[in-house]
């Protein structure tokens, strides 16, 4: 099936808020880092959900695939012990990499 039926329990109600000009601009910011919609990053935070700026997110993509060529290289080279063992400790940097982006722990 090339489509599937989109969920029926969208947003429909609207909820209105008073906000200081620095606090709606501070909120604009945050949606554009985030890459979602004022409404999107409010309810995530209001639910308690995770919020990744949309950097994050490229940035988590770009050391998987780093790490993909790291692992490729290691296969290419596994006769040379001296190359596999770099290889080896450079994937694991990559992985820590990740995981305190991941967790915001920069």
Known sequence: MPFTPRNNDRASTRFEMRLTAAERQ?????????????????????????????????????LRRLGGLQKYAMNKFAQHV?????????????????????????
């Open 26 to 62: 501070q909120l604009i910011e945050e949606a554009d880092l985030a890459g979602m919609c004022i409404s999107e990053l409010v309810r995530k935070r209001t639910f308690g959900k995770t919020i990744h700026a949309a950097t994050d997110l490229m940035m988590i993509r770009e």
């Open 82 to 106: 001296e190359v596999v063992d770099e290889c080896i400790a450079t994937i694991c940097a990559i992985h820590a990499a990740i995981e305190r982006v991941a967790n915001h722990d920069r």
